[in-house]
């Protein structure tokens, strides 16, 4: 992030707005009426890594049920069926499935970057700096920014400023999420000192405790959400951020962060508690923002990378390569697939283990960009170094 904020973003920081927690709006947003309405792209990044296999499984493939016993059980049962696809939503995805049958959302199964580490901090670094590498003095988000040339504004709706809007001047508003999410350092130490001789520490210690019980459970690692709110706030959050960016039309791009899908044990357990909660927060931004506003807008639901084909032993899977990707809007040609899907066959796979990347990142990016912003080929290129062409959809 730039160090000198504008006017604007210093009194967005001082107004302590934590959205999700139902304060008013700050002074600083007024309404812009007259603004010039081009098209919003808003990302929405899945910090720890999405299992798309279980969120939207390829249930016509043979390999599905011997590489997942435990994890396509109720899927292959009870899925709903994504169209012709071969695909099925899980049914903690209902409302993601209803939005695609009325063609608002398109979903590509094999989206990525070609980073094979399965650090979630590269990936996570490579995929927001957009440049194909993981080091950069811009984020992609801020590059497209300067691309705008001051047509429009980048907010990050984000716990902490987002490294896809470094380099460039955008509003930062902090999300919080249900749970508490405190750094285990000196801090927290003297939070607990504090309110040790107090009602209140108990409930500290509970809160603290039952976070501990989760990440144990489900094999999380806490890192990989970077500060991240969790999804568990997310609708409530999502509707006080539709009252800034309807009120805002030249707030054109915005860059969300979740945190919690790193599963790598009870799987199913985590995963029907994180999906629903997505998925509503999801309508809250279509239904919160209006008819017309929804129509130009996009919105990219994404992780740094997809998870294991095969289930481990604890029915939960690890790190991957390609992953499930969804794009929203009310103008899309929603209710199909965008990109290859190779097949779960070991033939098929990246390394014999994970999805191959068929959808490069920057290119359903850049077809985004190419489609609210206007931008040409050259300045996507200089948004998107290294973007092979656009994607299809």
């Not at 980073?115 to 497209?144: C, I, V």
Request: aromatic content about 6%; some cysteine; overall charge neutral.
């Amino acid at each position: 992030m730039t160090s000198a904020a504008s006017p604007t973003r210093r009194r967005l920081l001082q107004s302590g707005l934590a959205l999700g927690l139902g304060s008013a709006l700050p002074t600083a947003f007024a309404v812009e009426n007259d603004a010039q309405r081009d098209g919003r792209l808003i990302v929405i990044f899945l910090r720890g890594a999405l299992d798309g296999l279980f969120a939207f499984a390829p249930v016509a493939d043979s390999h599905l049920a011997s590489a997942r016993p435990s994890l396509s059980r109720e899927v292959l049962s009870n899925g709903i069926p994504l169209g012709q696809s071969g695909f099925s939503a899980h049914p903690s995805c209902r409302a993601l499935a209803e939005l695609y049958a009325a063609k608002e959302l398109s979903f590509a199964p094999c989206f990525g970057t070609p980073d094979r580490s399965r650090s979630h901090f590269q990936a996570q670094d490579l995929f927001e700096l957009g440049n194909g590498q993981t080091q950069g003095r811009q984020g992609f988000l801020a590059r497209a920014g300067e691309a705008a040339g001051g047509r429009l504004r980048s907010i990050g709706f984000s716990a902490n400023p987002p490294l896809a809007l470094q380099g460039g001047d955008a509003e930062l508003m902090p999300i919080s999420g249900s749970g508490l999410q405190v750094r285990h350092d000196r801090s927290l130490e003297a939070i607990r000192a504090m309110h040790s001789q107090q009602s209140s520490g108990k409930a500290i210690e509970q809160a603290l405790s039952s976070q501990a019980d989760l990440e144990r459970a489900t094999g999380m690692d806490p890192k990989a959400s970077r500060g991240a709110a969790g999804v568990a706030g997310f609708a409530k959050a999502a509707t006080t951020m539709t009252r800034i960016l309807r009120d805002q039309p030249r707030l054109g791009m915005a860059f969300i962060d979740l945190g919690g899908f790193d599963t790598h044990a009870e799987e199913e357990n985590a995963l029907d508690r994180s999906l629903p909660p997505l998925a509503d927060g999801l309508l809250a931004l279509r239904d919160g923002l209006g008819t017309v506003e929804w129509r130009r807008t996009q919105v990219l639901v994404c992780s740094e990378f997809g998870r294991t084909v095969r289930e481990n032993g604890s029915r939960g899977t690890d790190h991957g390569h390609g992953g499930l990707a969804l794009l929203l809007g009310g103008a899309i040609a929603g209710g199909r697939q965008i990109g290859d899907f190779p097949g779960l066959a070991d033939a098929q796979l990246n390394e014999g283990r994970d999805l191959r990347v068929t959808t490069d990142w920057r290119s359903l990016i850049g077809r985004m960009l190419k489609d609210t912003q206007g931008f040409d080929m050259a300045t996507l290129q200089r948004v998107l170094p290294g973007m092979p062409g656009l994607a299809s959809v």
